[in-house]
């Protein structure tokens, strides 16, 4: 995985089992990680937008 990727991994709890797993690319500029909390939650709701569910968009609503 390249520097600026953030991956993305949600499992339950009681059985571990991976309920979601993503990553976004991207996330250098210029050599350095990105740190904009913007772009950040942006890269976070594609990856949740390809399970058709974005959570992140209803915290900026």
Not at 39 to 44: D, F, G, R, S, V
Request: proline fraction near 2%; aromatic fraction near 4%.
């Amino acid at each position: 995985m390249d520097a600026g990727t953030l991956t993305l991994l949600i499992a339950d709890k009681k059985t571990g089992e991976i309920l979601l797993q993503g990553f976004a690319s991207g996330l250098k500029e210029g050599g350095a990680i990105v740190k904009d909390k913007v772009k950040i939650q942006q890269a976070t709701s594609s990856i949740f937008k390809e399970f058709g569910n974005s959570p992140i968009d209803k915290v900026n609503e």
